[in-house]
């Protein structure tokens, strides 16, 4: 199973970015997916995450009400939808795939910086 993350990029506050996982290999094993974010000097904490159904989410308390996190299934893609924007939310966002035969997954990670 491997990740692709993408979207990333720099935007000023309150403007909105996209982000874009897609898994590939054995996706039939994942049983969740997840976003988080590390800023530097901080720990990586969980942004969103979502079930391979798509039925469940959950958010962080910092981002709930302005990002959505969402999948495709027909294209093994999760998205991390991404509004409002504030500098604070600048970091390497991270992808990752939790599978009941591999294990954990992460990405190679993509970068949001938000300017003020």
């Known amino acids: 199973v491997q990740l692709v993350e993408s979207g990333g990029g720099l935007v000023q506050a309150g403007g909105s970015l996209r982000l874009s996982c897609t898994v590939s290999g054995s996706t039939f094993s994942i049983v969740t997916v997840g976003w988080y974010r590390q800023a530097p000097g901080k720990q990586r904490d969980l942004v969103a995450g979502?079930?391979?159904?798509?039925?469940?989410?959950n958010y962080a308390d910092s981002v709930k009400g302005r990002f959505t996190i969402s999948r495709d299934n027909a294209k093994d893609t999760t998205y991390l939808q991404m509004n409002s924007l504030k500098p604070e939310d600048t970091a390497v966002y991270y992808c990752?795939?939790?599978?009941?035969?591999?294990?954990?997954?992460w990405g190679q990670g993509t970068l949001v910086t938000v300017s003020s």
């Open positions: 979502i079930t391979s159904g798509g039925g469940v989410t």
């Open positions: 990752k795939a939790d599978s009941y035969a591999f294990g954990e997954i």
